[in-house]
């Protein structure tokens, strides 16, 4: 019908309508919002999944207090919070906090074994005796 009534008062009014206007509201959406409501549309789905009609009942009354919750941390937060904790583990080295670990934790030591001592087999200091010194001497 828009097609075909382009021109006409009828066309305008359903073009402004069903085209302008919509499009006017969806270009006001913030990323924001968006987020928002796909991050409630996962918490719903999660709550169907575990707890099936009752999950449904139970997310539709708490739906008002979680969207007040979700909307009142502001992402930017959130990721300031992730690069913060991300910097700051990358400053420890893993061996550092190993032996800091294992320092104050016994159950971080390992059990030390006693070595069995081998004896050290050496030659005689005199060579004379085996008859080795003649044999080199001829």
Known sequence: ?????????????????????????????????????????????????????DGLRLFTMAMPEIAGWVSMFEISALVDALVVTAAAASTLRLGAVRGWVAARLPIGRRATRARRVRPVRREASNDDEDGAGLALAA
């Not at 913030?30 to 918490?43: K, P, Q």
């Open 1 to 53: 019908m828009l097609a075909l009534a382009e021109g006409t008062p009828i066309g305008r009014i359903l073009r402004r309508v069903l085209v302008e206007w919509p499009a006017a509201r969806l270009a006001r959406i913030e990323r924001g919002a968006v987020i928002t409501w796909a991050l409630l549309g996962v918490i719903g789905l999660l709550c169907f999944w575990f707890l099936e009609e």
